[in-house]
T-cell receptor
Framework: RKEVEQDPGPFNVPEGATVAFNCTYS??????FFWYRQDCRKEPKLLMS???SGNEDGRFTAQLNRASQYISLLIRDSKLSDSATYLC????????FGKGTHLIIQP | NAGVTQTPKFQVLKTGQSMTLQCAQD?????MYWYRQDPGMGLRLIYY???????DKGEVPNGYNVSRLNKREFSLRLESAAPSQTSVYFC??????????????FGDGTRLSIL
């Protein structure tokens, strides 16, 4: 069974702190990787794709380690609005979604 | 949510009733998908359609049927609803398909309760 594993949290983090999530995947043939954000009772929305060389989008940095089969997301200078569930998504012969990591930014 | 429209947004059914969830897209993409999301279970694929006229089972197809009416519309039908089908249902589209390297875009969901 193809698995994508995430720590469900919740991660309780003070505003302004840096927080990191990891995600591991079992299918070594996986080709594409994404982080989605999902707010309570809303649809998942793409946060960023994850590239082999790592990529950054403002306060967000994504890393991919193919050898160890894990993906990470780093959020710097966290904001209250970052509170959400973050889904790790892996594509091989289909999309497999992790169950998500719940992040709570505290004032 | 621009591009993918789901109806209804909320529905309550009694066990044994039937209903159809509608999904329409205006982005002219070939691939469309139906997921369900349950607490602690994550998103699970029910059915997908790689192109007009084709449908395929996903991870949890039992109890559901689908119709790809045309390129724009993909419906999900519950013939005899069961309490285990209480969930949030998401329709999604894929800009390249069926399993390319582009992310999916989701509709804003249908919250379905079966009593």
């Amino acid at each position: 069974r193809k698995e994508v594993e995430q720590d469900p949290g919740p991660f309780n983090v003070p505003e302004g702190a840096t927080v990191a999530f990891n995600c591991t995947y079992s299918n070594s043939a996986s080709q594409s990787f994404f982080w989605y954000r999902q707010d309570c009772r809303k649809e998942p929305k793409l946060l960023m794709s994850v590239y082999s060389s790592g990529n950054e989008d403002g306060r967000f940095t994504a890393q991919l380690n193919r050898a160890s089969q894990y993906i990470s997301l780093l959020i710097r200078d966290s904001k209250l609005s970052d509170s959400a569930t973050y889904l790790c998504v892996v594509s091989a012969d289909g999309l497999t979604f992790g169950k998500g990591t719940h992040l709570i930014i505290q004032p | 949510n621009a591009g993918v429209t789901q109806t209804p947004k909320f529905q309550v059914l009694k066990t044994g009733q039937s209903m159809t969830l509608q999904c329409a897209q205006d982005m002219n993409h070939n691939s469309m998908y139906w997921y369900r999301q349950d607490p602690g279970m994550g998103l699970r694929l029910i059915y997908y359609s790689a192109s007009e006229g084709t449908t395929d089972k996903g991870e949890v197809p039992n109890g559901y049927n689908v119709s790809r009416l045309n390129k724009r519309e993909f419906s999900l039908r519950l013939e005899s609803a069961a309490p285990s089908q209480t969930s949030v249902y998401f329709c999604a589209i894929y800009p390249q398909g069926p399993w390319g390297n582009q992310p999916q875009h989701f509709g804003d969901g249908t919250r379905l309760s079966i009593l």
